[in-house]
Every structure is written in C-alpha cells, then in structure tokens.
C-alpha cells in the first residue's frame, strides 16, 4: 500500500504464490550442536526422523550364548 492508503502499483503483476508444507527435523546435543533441516516433501522428514532415530538407539538384540 501506499503511504495514502492506495494500492502500491508497483507490484500489480506479481504472481500469487501458493502457500506450502515443509516439514523440519532438528538436531540438538548436550555439547551445543543446534541445527534444523527444513524438506518439501513432509513425509520425507517423517521418513529420516525415525531412520536417524533407530541408529541413534538400536533395539537390543540378545546374544547368542
């Protein structure tokens, strides 16, 4: 808008943008790490949480004796 209160002409052709889902997995540690990764595709981060968290915390498996 202009400072009037008008439409800002400008910007009268921008294209209208469809709003989208990222989906976000963040890492954190006791020792500083802080860092967030940001997928177009949801399901994806869905995907690699529970990959990164199996490996962070394999299941016990008992040992033959």
């Known amino acids: 808008m202009n400072v009037k209160g008008g439409p800002d002409r400008r910007f009268k052709n921008n294209p209208w943008l469809r709003i989208m889902l990222y989906g976000s997995i963040k890492f954190t540690t006791r020792t500083g790490l802080n860092m967030q990764w940001y997928c177009s595709r949801p ?4 995907q690699l949480s529970h990959a990164i968290s199996f490996y962070a915390a394999p299941p016990e ?3 033959r004796a």
Do not use: N, Y
């Open 43 to 46: 399901a994806s981060t869905r």
């Open 61 to 63: 498996v008992p040992l």
